[in-house]
């Protein structure tokens, strides 16, 4: 399988959000780049195509889009500021 992503991704277990129009939904951060990351959802709730995802365990929020969706799966690219 050719490999798309723009920058290597790094394999991470932290918790995460995920935060839009004032709601907050917990997400685990399964891996992790400059230019995006792959999360998990333990619930397939919907929420939008664009949101911000927060780790506070590393005190940062970035802005970002979907990419792909699976299930409980979601590819995001950190949009620019």
Do not use: Q, Y
């Amino acid at each position: 399988m050719e490999e798309r992503r723009a920058a290597p991704r790094h394999r991470v277990l932290k918790a995460g959000t995920i935060e839009f129009s004032g709601e907050v939904i917990p997400c685990t951060v399964r891996n992790l780049s400059d230019s995006g990351a792959g999360i998990e959802v333990t619930s397939p709730l919907w929420f939008p195509d664009h949101f911000v995802l927060a780790l506070p365990s590393e005190g940062w929020r970035k802005p970002c889009s979907v990419v792909w969706r699976d299930e409980k799966r979601v590819g995001v690219v950190f949009e620019r500021s």
